[in-house]
Nanobody, 127 residues
């Protein structure tokens, strides 16, 4: 059973930055599709960024392009997926959750493609 644990959330002012981390462990495949999703009250869950760990390709939602950057790092048996978020806006507020799937067929930003989910970390952007 793949395990995912997020960290790095917090409260920042508009224009600020945060870096989220997703620690992926207990995985069995050599490559995965990892996505970052955000959930805000009354808003449908939105995929914001995804990375395909085999080739390093990535996808971003239009709302975060140019402001968010997804990256990966492997240390021992733990795969870490980072989401660097710059120029944060109040509408970026939400619970950020990372999710994994052995393959996404190019649809890493689509929630139902992912079968493994973390618990999430809260991001609040407010003045």
């Amino acid at each position: 059973q793949v395990r995912l644990m997020e960290s790095g959330g917090g409260s920042v002012q508009p224009g600020g930055s945060l870096r989220l981390s997703c620690a992926v462990s207990n995985y069995t495949y050599s490559t995965y599709c990892i996505g970052w999703f955000r959930q805000a009250p009354g808003v449908e869950r939105e995929g914001v960024a995804a990375i395909y760990t085999g080739g390093g390709a990535w996808d971003y939602a239009d709302s975060v392009k140019g402001r968010f950057k997804i990256s990966q790092e492997k240390t021992g048996n733990t795969l870490s997926i980072y989401l660097r978020m710059d120029a944060l806006k109040p509408e970026d507020t939400g619970i950020y959750v990372c999710a994994a799937a052995p393959t996404c067929n190019g649809r890493g930003l689509t929630p139902y493609v992912h079968g493994y989910w973390g618990q999430g970390t809260q991001v609040t952007v407010s003045s």
